[in-house]
């Protein structure tokens, strides 16, 4: 993940193209750090969280670092990453914008979901693929269920299929949709209304709104990453995830 600071803006930015900007546990301790240091800078306005345009924005946890031989405590609390950042994007100050083009699959559409505002281009598609690889999409029910029907999102989660940027828009997942050509120039005057409006204004406004919408939340997410633990122990979770890496069919043991 790189950064940079430009007119009050952080900009963080998911560099993984080779792997469509996949997280590994060192990409969700980056965004943990910067986020968390942007709260207490008042230099920043506002953050903008980018897997760059003409490339995906996210698509998900590397599951290449999600297999059987990782020690399962030091496995089950990285895991955890999502939590943490989740929790740091809902407690930072400032307002988060995600400017999503290409893929924002599994964690990467949840990463999405919670950021304060989505803008997408129209080239963006968006999904929860776990239960091909015989996982849940456990901890970013949250902010999906935030944003969207519930039965929509279980429909999503049970069946696995992706969604364009026009059913985005219209079921509520994201705020705006442009042509790929102006994405970058619409970020950029929605970070301009923002920077120009009072942190403690927003820092107020933003943290009664999400206080108001948590309810339990902070339960919901440590209860969600014991279910993703637990989940990640089943025969056809390690199957699933080798079947994937290995770009063969699955065979369910239904165990």
Known sequence: ????????????????PDRKNA???EMLS?????????????????????GGVGESFCSGVD?????????????????????????????????????VDGYALAGGFGLASACDIIISSDQAHFGLPEVG??????????????????????????????????????KGFVNFVYPRSSLREEVRKLTENL???????????????????????????????SMLGLINQTEDAHEGIEAFLNRRPPAWKDR
């Open 195 to 225: 920077a120009s409006r009072s942190l403690a204004t927003l820092a107020l406004g933003k943290g009664s709104f999400y206080n108001l919408l948590s309810g339990g939340s902070q339960l919901e997410l440590g209860y969600l990453h």
């Open 23 to 25: 997280l590994n546990w």
């Open 133 to 170: 690889v015989g996982v849940w999409p456990f901890i970013i029910s949250v902010p999906l269920l935030r944003v969207a029907s519930p039965r929509f999102v279980l429909e999503m989660m049970m069946t696995g299929r992706r969604i364009d940027a026009a059913e985005a828009l219209a």
């Open 30 to 50: 980056g965004l943990i750090n910067a986020i968390e240091g942007a709260s207490a800078d008042d230099s920043i306005r506002t953050i903008v969280i980018t």
């Open 1 to 16: 993940m790189s950064q940079e600071m430009a007119g009050g803006v952080l900009w963080l930015t998911l560099n993984r």
């Open 63 to 99: 599951l290449s670092k999600m297999g059987g031989g990782d020690d399962f405590l030091e496995a089950h609390n990285s895991r955890g990453g999502l939590v943490r950042l989740f929790r740091a994007m809902w407690e930072c100050p400032r307002p988060i914008v995600a400017e």
